[in-house]
C-alpha cells in the first residue's frame, strides 16, 4: 500500500514505524507536518490509501480526515486522552500502560479503535519507556491496524460503544509542573524518582537549586548518601546527588530556564551546568559492581544491594566480561569516551576471551554530544577534542585482538555510536532496533573509522547509499546488509539478561580461541593493506574542514537540533526518498 506518514517531528517512533512499514513492502512516505502546512494540498500530492500519524500533535483538519483514512498513534491504554499520557504513566508508578491506534475525527483521541496494543511499565525514564515498550505496542498496534485495513472488511470500533471494562484509561490534563513539584524536605526517594522520570527529556522539574532556578532532568535512586533535604551530597560523573527525605537521587543534567527573547535553553550534564556556581562537594566513585550478580535496571541488585548509579560498569561471569554503558541520549562527550575508554583499557586486562560492550536497554550511542559542544566556549574546538576522543575509543576496539569483542545494543544507535558498535567482531541488536549509520543530516563527513568498517561490512555500494540516503534502517535490514549479525527477539527488560547467555555460549564454543587467532591475523593483514592511521588521517581532515571552515552548515545544524528550533517543512533527505520511493 501507498501510506503517508504524517508527524510533529521524524522522532524514533515515527522512524521506526517508517522502517518497518517499508520492510513490510508498503511504499512509505513522511511529511513533518507544521500549523502552516497546507495538509490537503500535501495529502493529494502523495495520493496514499492510508495515513498514520505515529506522533502528531496537532489536530488533523476535517478536510483531510473526512476524505482519507487518518489512523493516530495515541501512546495511551483504550480511553486515555490527552497530550501527557506516557508522562502520567510513569509519575502514577503504573504497573501497565498501552497503545491505541484509532481513526482521526473532530475530538483529540476519541476516534474509532482500529487496534490497541498493551506493554508492562517498568522502572525507567519517560523517554526509555516511550522508546521501547510503548514502541514495541505502537508497532503491535499499527500493524494490526494496518493489516486490518489492507483486509477492507473491518470496521473500527467506535469509542462510546465500549464497555467500560475494555477501557482501562480515562481522560487526563496535560501534567503541569504544579503536579510535578518535589518537595524535599517530606518526598521520599521513590516519589522523587517518578517525578524525576516523568519528566526525564522533556519537559524536565521545574526547582530551585543554590538559589536559583533550574530544570531537573533524569534521577536515579542513591540508597546509602543522606543529608538534609534538598541539600546537595556529592557529584559522580557529571551528575549530582541531592538528598531527599529518606535518602538521595543523582540528577544526571540540568536545564537553565528559557529568557524572554533569549534562544532556547538545552540540557548538560548537571555539574557543567552548574559550573562555578556548583559548591565543594566530594566527587564519589561508583562502588565496584558486586559479585553476586547482576544488576537490575533500578540499580539494585538481584540480592538487594543497595541502589546506586552509574554510567559505567564493568562485572564478569567466568570467561565474559560485561562493560555496560548508558549516556543521557545516547551522547558521548569528551569525557564520557575517556571515560569509557578507560574502562575498555581495564576490562581488556582482565583474563576473558569475550568482550560485551553495551548490553542495557535503551540507547547504545549517537556519536559525538552535541550539547556539550553547543555550550562550550569555543564548539569548533570542543568538536574537535570530541571526535578525536570517539576516535581513540574506536581505535582500542579495532585493534584488539586477543578476544572477541560483542556490541549489543538492546536500543537504537546512531553515527558515530553506530560505527562504535561496527568496530567489534560481532554485532547483536534486539529486534526492535532502528540504525542511523550516517552523518550528513549534521553537516559532517564522519569520523570513527566508518570509511574502513562501513565498506568492510555491508561493501563499498551499499555504504555509500546509506551515508547518502541518511535513512533509518531496522535492524533486521541491517542484518541483510552486513552490520548485525545476530538479532534478539526479546523485551527490553530481558535483552540484558539474553546477552548474557549468549556470550557464555560463544566463550564456550570451541570455535572461540580458532576465531581470535584468525581475527589477530585478519588484522595485520587489513593493516598490511592500509593502516588504520590512514583511514583516520583521510576522515578528520574532512570534519577538520566541517568544523572550522566559516562556510559549513554544522554548527547552524547542530544549534537547531540542540535548541529544538521547530522544523518548517520536510527536510530534503525525505523528500528526496520520496521521489526515489
Known amino acids: 500500500m501507498r501510506i503517508l506518514l504524517i508527524a510533529g517531528a521524524f522522532n524514533s517512533l515515527t522512524q521506526r514505524v517508517h522502517a518497518e512499514l517499508t520492510d513490510g513492502g508498503h511504499r512509505v512516505t513522511v511529511e513533518l507536518v507544521t500549523r502552516r502546512t497546507p495538509l490537503l494540498e500535501t495529502v493529494r500530492r502523495h495520493a496514499p490509501d492510508l495515513i498514520i500519524a505515529p506522533m502528531l500533535k496537532t489536530a488533523v483538519p476535517r478536510e483531510v480526515w473526512s476524505a482519507y483514512t487518518c489512523l493516530i498513534v495515541h501512546p495511551g491504554p483504550l480511553g486515555d486522552r490527552g497530550p501527557s499520557s506516557v508522562d502520567w504513566a510513569v509519575h502514577l508508578g503504573a ?18 479503535v482500529w487496534a490497541a496494543a498493551g506493554c508492562p511499565v517498568p522502572e525507567v525514564g519517560k523517554s526509555d519507556l516511550y522508546r521501547n515498550e510503548i514502541a ?3 508497532m503491535e498496534a499499527v500493524r494490526t491496524a494496518v493489516e486490518r485495513f489492507a483486509s477492507g472488511d473491518h470496521r473500527p470500533r467506535p469509542q462510546h460503544l465500549l464497555p467500560a471494562a475494555e477501557k482501562p484509561g480515562c481522560p487526563r490534563p496535560p501534567l503541569r509542573q504544579t503536579e510535578r513539584r ?8 521513590d516519589t522523587v524518582v517518578r517525578k524525576l522520570r516523568a519528566a526525564d527529556s522533556q519537559p524536565g522539574v521545574r526547582d530551585e537549586l543554590l538559589g536559583e532556578t533550574w530544570f531537573l532532568h533524569g534521577g536515579h535512586p542513591e540508597d546509602t548518601l543522606t543529608g538534609e533535604p534538598g541539600a546537595l551530597l556529592a557529584t559522580r560523573s557529571g551528575a549530582v546527588c541531592r538528598a531527599t527525605a529518606d535518602g538521595a537521587v543523582w540528577i544526571p543534567e540540568l536545564r537553565p530556564p528559557r529568557t524572554p527573547g533569549a534562544p532556547a535553553t538545552f540540557k548538560l550534564p548537571a555539574t557543567l551546568a552548574l559550573g562555578d556556581r556548583l559548591p565543594h562537594v566530594p566527587e564519589i566513585p561508583a562502588p565496584p559492581e558486586p559479585d553476586d550478580g547482576p544488576s537490575t535496571e533500578t540499580g539494585r541488585t538481584e540480592t538487594g544491594r543497595p541502589r546506586t548509579w552509574t554510567d559505567i560498569r564493568y562485572r564478569e561471569d567466568g570467561a565474559v566480561g560485561f562493560l555496560r554503558f548508558a549516556f543521557p541520549g545516547g551522547a558521548m562527550s569528551t569525557d564520557h569516551c575517556r571515560r569509557l575508554l578507560a574502562a ?25 554530544h552535541l550539547n556539550v559542544i553547543e555550550g562550550a566556549p569555543d564548539p569548533a574546538a570542543e568538536s574537535w577534542a570530541n571526535i578525536n576522543a570517539m576516535d581513540d575509543l574506536v581505535h582500542a576496539v579495532l585493534t584488539t585482538t586477543d578476544r572477541l569483542v560483542v556490541a549489543a545494543l538492546g536500543g537504537n544507535a546512531a553515527a558515530g555510536g553506530a560505527m562504535l558498535a561496527l568496530a567489534a567482531d560481532e554485532v547483536w541488536c534486539r529486534s526492535a532496533v532502528v540504525l542511523n549509520p550516517h552523518y550528513r543530516l549534521m553537516g559532517l563527513y564522519g569520523s570513527e573509522y566508518w570509511t574502513y568498517t562501513l565498506p568492510g561490512r555491508a561493501g563499498p555500494e551499499a555504504a555509500a547509499r546509506l551515508m547518502e540516503r541518511a535513512l ?3 535492524a533486521a535490514t541491517g542484518q541483510r546488509l552486513g552490520l548485525v549479525d545476530r538479532l534478539i527477539d526479546c523485551g527490553p527488560q530481558d535483552f540484558t539478561a539474553r546477552t548474557a547467555q549468549l556470550a557464555a ?9 580458532p576465531r581470535i587467532a584468525a581475527k589477530k591475523a585478519d588484522r595485520e593483514r587489513d593493516e598490511a593493506h592500509r593502516p588504520l592511521a590512514a583511514y583516520r588521517s583521510h576522515e578528520l581532515a574532512r ?23 521547530p522544523a518548517t517543512g520536510t527536510p530534503p533527505h525525505l523528500a528526496a526518498a520520496h521521489e526515489s520511493g
Not at 504497573?95 to 474509532?112: C, H, K, P
Not at 575498555?344 to 556519536?367: E, K
Open 95 to 112: 504497573d501497565r500502560w498501552g497503545v491505541t491506534v484509532l481513526q482521526a475525527n473532530d475530538e483529540m483521541d476519541a476516534g474509532d
Open 136 to 138: 514495541d505496542a505502537a
Open 182 to 189: 518535589i518537595d524535599w524536605r517530606t518526598d521520599p526517594t
Open 344 to 368: 575498555y583499557r581495564h576490562a581488556c586486562s582482565r583474563p576473558t576471551s569475550v568482550l560485551v560492550l553495551g548490553g542495557c536497554r535503551d540507547f547504545f550511542a549517537n556519536g559525538i
Open 472 to 474: 533509518p534502517v531496522t
Open 505 to 513: 555460549h560463544l566463550a564456550a564454543a570451541p570455535s572461540c580461541q
Open 543 to 565: 570534519m577538520h574542514t566541517n568544523f572550522f571552515a566559516p562556510d559549513q552548515p554544522y554548527h547552524a545544524l547542530r544549534r537547531a537540533f540542540v535548541r529544538k528550533e
